[in-house]
């Protein structure tokens, strides 16, 4: 069992552009959910995906979208991005209630 | 606004010694209590509380949860320098189990 994945590992964009981060859950695993992690803060929620729809949402505004593919995949997208962009951004898979993670992807906006 | 809070926020230790972690919380619609442990990238899953008053362990590591009280600790014997890390609490609230976590407490344990 991979567990769960995400790509890439690291990226670096300039304010104002657009990024696509993306997420295989852990295998079984139906939910997907997204979590920003700024420097020296616990992980803070962005959304929920479930059965290919946005389940629930925290308090990110809406440049902050996503997407659940069938096979249960995701990906994270952030339009317009700001200087306080930057962060780890953690990938979560769940079946019932534990959460399993992924490596997550580093975003440096510069 | 749930809402869960960690203390200390950082603690350092000697090898061997104990070391008790604390977490309260509140939130609207509990369902569960997790721990996680952080030490590069990803958290690490360590424990999963749903009940009152029974302890899960786990090697030098245990967990206890009172809901009545709204908190957990998480107790690490006999520390060693690799349990080194930022220990999360998180909270699992709603029929759709929204994950809430707390700014976590960073543990150094020197040899």
């Known amino acids: 069992d991979a567990g769960v994945t995400q790509s890439p590992t690291h990226l670096i964009k300039t304010r104002g552009q657009q990024v696509t981060l993306r997420c295989s859950p852990k295998?079984?695993?139906?939910?997907v959910s997204w979590y920003q992690q700024a420097l020296g803060q616990g992980p803070q929620f962005i959304f929920q995906?479930?059965?290919?729809?946005?389940?629930q949402r925290g308090n990110f505004p809406d440049r902050f979208s996503g997407h659940q593919f069938p096979n249960y995949s995701s990906e994270l997208n952030v339009n317009a991005l700001l200087l306080g962009d930057s962060a780890l951004y953690l990938c979560?898979?769940?079946?019932?209630?534990?959460?399993?993670f992924g490596p997550g992807t580093r975003l440096t906006v510069l | 606004e749930d809402k869960v809070v960690q203390s200390p926020l950082s603690l350092v230790v000697h090898e061997g010694d104990t070391v008790t972690l604390n977490c309260s919380y509140e939130?609207?619609?509990?369902?569960?209590l997790l721990w996680y442990k952080q030490e590069k990238k990803a958290p690490t899953f360590l424990f999963m509380l749903?009940?009152?008053?029974i302890e899960k362990k786990s090697g030098r590591l245990s967990s206890i949860l009172d809901k009545k009280e709204l908190f957990s600790i998480l107790n690490i014997t006999a520390t060693q320098t690799g349990d080194s890390a930022i220990y999360l609490c998180?909270?699992?609230?709603?029929?759709?189990?929204?994950?809430?976590f707390g700014t976590g407490t960073k543990l150094q344990v020197i040899p």
């Open positions: 979560a898979s769940s079946l019932e209630l534990e959460q399993f």
């Open positions: 295998s079984g695993h139906d939910t």
């Open positions: 995906y479930y059965e290919e729809e946005e389940r």
């Open positions: 939130v609207t619609n509990f369902r569960s």
């Open positions: 749903t009940s009152s008053g």
């Open positions: 998180a909270v699992g609230s709603g029929g759709y189990q929204k994950v809430t």
